[in-house]
């Protein structure tokens, strides 16, 4: 079974400084790769992701990530972080290729990014 | 409405109730999902519909656990004989059907079995 794993519970980082969220995937298999921001008090909402193309990948708020399909990872990163970007970060793949659903989706267990002043 | 909405927000019942919690999805959308968030985890999947017809329901944990799209739009989880293990907040997601599309989540449901 697929699984994902997000080994940093928490980061602390400085405001402006920049940012790595780490995550690694189980499958050696083609599947998808997402990134979903939980804002305190509101939904998940989508960063990112990656199908197919490209590895580097761009998302809202100046985030990007990189697919490295030999190390199963797929990292997030920002080169300058706001207070505002103070949230819980969710790593998420899916196995569309064998009957899933793209959104079928099979969560890390999430980051919590505290950016301090 | 412009989101998916999720009815309650929060509820509390009693260990051995009865609950129903209910998803509006986004106006068009034909794919449905229902997630479950324990605390300090991420979310988990539990069923997820195609139209009115549940396409894939390997993620419900147990039999107390069904859940309904009659006319392809609301959706209602219902879990029976509620236990203190089923208090964790319950998520709705949808979207267009088809390859390269977003699932727009709800804010959920906060369900606590006292």
């Known amino acids: 079974a697929q699984s994902v794993t997000q080994l940093d519970s928490q980061v602390p980082v400085f405001e402006e400084a920049p940012v790595e969220l780490r995550c690694n995937y189980s499958s050696s298999v083609s599947v998808y790769l997402f990134w979903y921001v939980q804002y305190p008090n509101q939904g998940l909402q989508l960063l990112l992701k990656?199908?197919?193309?490209?590895?580097l990948v761009k998302g809202i708020n100046g985030f990007e990530a990189e697919f490295n399909k030999s190390q199963t990872s797929f990292h997030l990163r920002k080169p300058s972080v706001h207070i505002s970007d103070t949230a819980e970060y969710f790593c998420a793949v899916s196995d569309p290729f064998r009957g899933g659903a793209t959104n079928k989706l099979i969560f890390g267990t999430g980051t919590l990014l505290a950016v301090q002043p | 409405g412009a989101g998916v909405s999720q009815t309650p927000s929060n509820k509390v019942t009693e260990k051995g109730k009865y609950v129903e919690l209910r998803c509006d999805p986004i106006s068009g959308h034909t794919a449905l999902y229902w997630y479950r968030q324990s605390l300090g985890q991420g979310p988990e999947f539990l069923i997820y519909f195609q139209g009115t017809g549940a396409a894939d329901d390997s993620g419900l944990p147990n039999d107390r656990f069904f859940a309904v799209r009659p006319e392809g739009s609301v959706s209602t989880l219902k879990i029976q004989r509620t236990e203190r293990g089923d208090s964790a907040v319950y998520l709705c997601?949808?979207?267009?059907?088809?390859?390269?599309?977003?699932?727009?989540f709800g804010q959920g449901t906060r369900l606590t079995v006292v």
């Open positions: 990656y199908l197919s193309g490209s590895t």
């Open positions: 997601a949808s979207s267009y059907s088809g390859v390269n599309t977003e699932a727009f």
